[in-house]
């Protein structure tokens, strides 16, 4: 499996486990939230191992990167509606 298909098997995961947790009568909301806290929790560990904080320079690095990631897949997203047939 390459780094892609990786990728997209840990995004699907991830989905997957938001989606049981709303099953669970938890609110979207806070299922968003905490998916973004763990993902924060993850990227500092990545960053700076389990002793260590990012720095602001850090720190916005990876606001980049989200903002980067959230950017691509709205406008993919995007592409995918523009390309259902429309409802009447």
Known sequence: ???QEQ???CTNK???LA???KDEKI???L???AL???SCVYATFVAAGNRGALEPSGVDKV???YRRTLEYHQEAKKGQLQQQPKQS
């Open 27 to 29: 609110d979207p909301k």
């Open 7 to 9: 990728h997209r098997y």
């Open 1 to 3: 499996m390459d780094d």
């Open 14 to 16: 991830f989905i997957e």
């Open 63 to 65: 606001v980049a990167l």
């Open 36 to 38: 973004m806290t763990a």
């Open 19 to 21: 989606n049981q947790l």
């Open 31 to 33: 299922v968003s939230g």
